[in-house]
């Protein structure tokens, strides 16, 4: 069974940087698109980017297009999220998954997700 552990997370103030790091356990994790999620308060969660299994290919939400950045270690079993430009309404809990099948570049549907790392934006 896969499972993911998110790291990284933190307070910061206004027009910072985070790193957020998403490490998988078990074997076929290269093989399968991963995608960072978030949810703030009182809000539902929604997607921020995704990565396909190869790397070569990534999508971005509107909402963070030019100041994130996804990238993925598949020798390490790691997906990461860069985070600049940091803004207030970027506070949430941030979430990683992993696609239900393997090899789709935009899959429609997450089976596996971490427990989640806080993320804080100070103005």
């Known amino acids: 069974q896969v499972q993911l552990a998110e790291s990284g997370g933190g307070l910061v103030q206004a027009g910072g940087s985070l790193r957020l790091s998403c490490a998988a356990s078990?074997?076929?994790?290269?093989?399968?698109?991963a995608a960072w999620f978030r949810q703030a308060p009182g809000k539902e969660r929604e997607f921020v980017a995704r990565?396909?299994?190869?790397?070569?290919?990534?999508y971005y939400a509107d909402s963070v297009k030019g100041r994130f950045t996804i990238s993925r270690d598949n020798g390490k079993n790691t997906v990461y999220l860069d985070m600049n430009s940091l803004k207030t309404e970027d506070t949430a809990v941030y979430y990683c998954a992993r696609a239900r099948q393997a090899y789709i570049t935009n899959p429609n549907e997450y089976a596996i997700w971490g427990q989640g790392t806080q993320v804080t934006v100070s103005s």
């Open positions: 078990g074997r076929s994790f290269a093989s399968y698109t």
């Open positions: 990565i396909s299994w190869s790397g070569g290919s990534t």
